[in-house]
């Protein structure tokens, strides 16, 4: 668990809204960005686990996972939509579990087991998730689509592990891969091209495939 | 080749290849995270730097200074332009604020620097050490004022008969006030350019353009340089809806970095600053009056609007449709362009019909309670199959009839309740919708190569697939009129190198680029005769076949290449009136306590000329119908107006459809071919789903509730002081 992360909010000069502002036309004016100051050490080496190989890497501690994956190894498959955990563009496994790779520093991640969409499966040789996403046509532009099927596999371990959600009525029942659940437990991935209705079919189609 | 005619029987009235389902081809590539976006070109030019845009902080006025001295000493920084370091930059043609470069501000977050260092953590941070002062000028940003100004003044747009006296006659009549609110595209992929201008010489541009063409012409008016010194490249495109028509401040600010530091200089415009700094759809406001005789048919129709743009800009005409859509023997019609100092407003799928129908199909609805007819037809009752505002020219194809009785027909229509506030199961008001649909149709000139290598045909165009299906239907177009499977079709997009294609926009790329493969495709077939010796041979299964003369393709070993492009005649316009039309309709429940508004079922019929692929084609439908329940329910960008902005300018505050919101989608095309429209006598289909949805939805919240919501999206407190008592 990360200790919990303390700052100051600082409003930003322009943000403080006064009746003056309004009529204040031609009178010069400042907005101060919010200046950054850096303390200890400004970079650190660690390694990652990516896709089952240990790769070290030494980068600025304000590196994401996600830039740290897309910059540094150059894994590009993983997607940058937001960057500010609001799409799921950015959806990889760690350790087991699904998370946003833009809200976690790399740094944050010293022996993680990182698994990425380029983990999945190839083009010759796709992992039952991709290939449903493909026979459901459960993308268009594609470029949420890494995070989707990232998100999908792990929604369908979730519900296998019985871990219930804001929709699961019966917490003693065992839980089924039912619309409802998978709607719901997919809701983090933004797919603006509006392929939901075709990914919904490859998830229930990747969840009649034995594991 | 020259289009002047409509096309008579020809291949694709017998294909075996073209409207039949086909996994698209470049699938393989993004299911598995291997096709390249703009941002991550890593291969393509070494030393690439990372540049941030800085944006202004007022809505409108001048920089009087940029202090970038703690910026340019930052770590890892190197350099930083402002704008106040170079000369007021172009502005082509579909651009209307300036991109960079002077000291005006003319909307908020209009980029004022790009900071370049070696990483993108020290651009970012250098970037927000850059402190401006500014003379801020008095803003307006008040569409309704601006309504309320301009109300009845100005001449019509479209002017028909006596449209007062017709309301003066009419046995019923509405007039009412409809609110849609400024939306934001939200593709997926931010804007992100990568350029390499590091001589100053040849600038090449890896970016995510709809529009490569125009893309390359902008940034050559831009940075006053011939276009010859340009090559822009955007083979994947994660998405665009409208917002990556145009050259944007990222293409714009990697090259001038590029071109200050002499290296290749990559940026994507941040989540939270892409909603200001680029462009979005303008809110309308709309007065819409319908009448009618007690026979149900209408004899008038007065829809005036308003929308919101930079001085010089389009705004969004929200009366689009409205010359067409209906018959009625009177008519009057008039967009008022309001100059505001909000962000460009600009082109947004379905420009003018997605808002339009919004507020018309509501129109619609209401008219027909108050003439006691069902919706569906009275709007039947109201078919033309003429331009109603010129009867001399009729619409190429024509069958929202059809699509009306055919919706009405598998959606059991018939069955539902029709008494508002007359259903419910459990906690949830049930009602149903439905609403119609039209979209005008639009070529544009396109051209493409066709090569011939080794049994393969090779396509190279700069068209684009921005998730549409470009890559497949294309391929498939080859196959047809090649005679060869889709195996040894390949087709190669998004590049400046090659011949220019109509683009991907307006809902016009598949139909014009498709017809420029054909066109392509044909002359390679001639030059193939040519060099076997050959009159009008047949091509298929891979044999040219000229009598008993049958060579297969793979035999011919040199290599022969053909360009060509499709030229849309005059007859198009001037003889007809191409559009495209639909019919949604939709369950919803609403919460008896809350308002909450749950979609359950949606159904949408399409009437857009030949299916080039009915897998693309529906996933661009029911994308277009997320799109619309979005706009129905949820999706606002709320203006400050004090200061000029979009307060909602992210992913957390402007809130798109996700899965939880969308029920299972049914979507029927009646296939109906449209041989004035092209070759193929195909039409588009990407933006004709996302219109008229939000109003079928909306109705249906009526139907549900009783409570009618003309002001978008149907939040539950636009309904919840309404709802009948429980």
Known sequence: MSPPIRFEMRRRTFLVGTASAVVAANIPWRANAQPTSLAGPERSTFTLVVNGEPRELAVDNRTTLLDALREHLQLTGTKKGCDHGQCGACTVNVNGERINSCLSLAVMHQGDEVTTIEGLGTPQQLDPMQQAFFDHDGFQCGYCTPGQICSAKAVLEEIRDNVPSHVTQDLTARIEATDEEIRERMSGNICRCGAYANILEAIHQAAGEPT | ?726
């Open chain 2, 1 to 726: 080749m020259d289009f002047n005619q409509p096309a008579d029987q020809n291949l694709f009235d017998r294909a075996t290849v073209v409207g039949k389902p086909h996994a698209r081809i470049d699938g393989l590539l993004k299911v598995t995270g291997t096709a390249p976006y703009a941002y991550e070109r890593h291969d393509v030019v070494a030393g690439q730097l990372y540049g941030y845009p800085v944006g202004s902080a007022i809505a409108k006025g001048r920089i009087v200074a940029i202090d970038a001295d703690a910026a340019r000493s930052a770590p890892g920084v190197r350099g930083v332009v402002t704008t106040l370091d170079i000369e007021p930059l172009g502005i082509w043609n579909y651009n209307v604020a300036r991109l960079f470069g002077g000291d005006v501000v003319e909307h908020y977050q209009q980029a004022i620097a790009v900071v370049v260092a070696e990483t993108f953590e020290q651009a970012r941070a250098a970037a927000a050490l850059i402190e401006t002062t500014y003379e801020r000028d008095a803003i307006d940003v008040d569409l309704e004022a601006g309504w309320q100004r301009m109300q009845g003044t100005g001449e019509p747009s479209t002017q028909v008969g006596d449209v007062d006296a017709a309301f003066d006659s009419a046995a019923v009549t509405l007039d009412q006030m409809y609110h849609t609110p400024s939306q934001t595209h939200a593709m997926m992929e931010p804007h992100a350019s990568i350029v390499d201008w590091s001589d100053g010489g040849q600038m090449t541009v890896w970016t995510s353009s709809q529009m490569i063409e125009w893309n390359r012409q902008a940034l050559a008016t831009t940075f006053g340089i011939e276009p010859d010194r340009i090559r822009v490249e955007s083979p994947y495109i994660g998405g665009g809806f409208g917002g990556k028509l145009w050259l944007r401040a990222d293409a714009v600010l990697a090259a001038i970095g590029s071109r200050a530091l002499g290296a290749p200089v990559r940026l994507a415009l941040p989540r939270p600053f892409m909603i200001n700094n680029t462009t979005h759809r303008s809110a309308t406001i709309q007065r819409i009056r319908l009448a009618a005789g007690a026979d149900g048919k209408l004899t008038a129709i007065d829809h005036e609007a308003a929308s919101h743009t930079l001085p010089g800009g389009r705004g969004e005409n929200a009366t689009a449709q409205t010359p067409y859509f209906y018959a009625a023997p009177n008519r009057r019609v008039i967009h008022h362009l309001v100059e505001m100092h909000l962000p460009e407003a600009s082109d947004m799928r379905a420009p003018g019909e997605a808002s339009g129908l919004m507020a018309l199909e509501i129109a619609m609805d209401e008219m027909a309670e108050k003439l006691e007819m069902d919706p569906v037809e009275f709007r039947i009752l109201n078919d033309t199959q003429v331009n109603p505002s010129d009867p001399s020219i009729p619409f190429s194809e024509r069958h929202f009839v059809e699509c009306l009785r055919e919706g009405a027909d598998r959606f059991g229509w018939a069955d539902r309740n029709t008494t508002p506030g007359g259903r419910r199961e459990g906690m949830w008001w049930i009602g149903h919708g439905m609403a119609g649909a039209y979209r005008g149709h639009l070529n544009l000139k396109s051209g493409a190569r066709a090569t011939l290598s080794n049994g393969r045909v090779i396509i190279e165009t700069d068209m684009t697939d921005i998730g549409t299906g470009s890559y497949t239907i294309l391929a498939q177009t080859a196959a047809e009129t090649m005679g060869l499977p889709m195996g040894r079709v390949e087709v190669r997009l998004g590049n400046s190198a090659w011949p220019v294609s109509s683009g991907s926009g307006g809902q016009f790329g598949a139909a014009s680029s498709t017809a420029g493969v054909y066109a392509a495709c044909v002359a390679l077939r001639e030059q193939i005769a040519e060099r076997l010796g050959v009159s009008d041979p047949e091509f298929s299964d891979g044999n040219v076949v000229a009598g008993d003369n049958v060579t297969p393709l793979s035999a011919i070993t040199e290599e022969l290449s053909a360009e060509d492009s499709i030229n849309f005649g005059g007859f198009q316009t001037e003889d007809y009136l191409m559009a495209t039309f639909g019919a949604h309709f939709v369950e919803v429940a609403v919460h008896v306590a809350t308002g909450e508004t749950r979609v359950r079922r949606m159904l949408a019929v399409c009437d857009s000329g030949r299916i080039l692929n009915p897998i693309t084609a529906r996933s661009q439908v029911i994308g277009g119908m997320v799109m619309g329940t979005g706009g129905a329910l949820s999706e606002e960008l709320a203006v400050d107006l004090e200061h000029g902005f979009f307060a909602n300018h992210d992913l957390a505050g402007y809130e798109v459809a996700v899965h939880a919101d969308i029920p299972h989608q049914e979507v029927v095309f009646l296939d109906t071919v449209d041989g004035v429209a092209t070759p193929l006598k195909a039409k588009g289909v990407g933006e004709l789903g996302v219109c008229g949805v939000a109003a079928a939805i909306a109705n249906a919240a009526y139907n549900a509730t009783g409570v009618r919501v003309r002001d978008y999206p149907v939040t539950l407190d636009r309904m919840i002081d309404q709802l009948p008592a429980v």
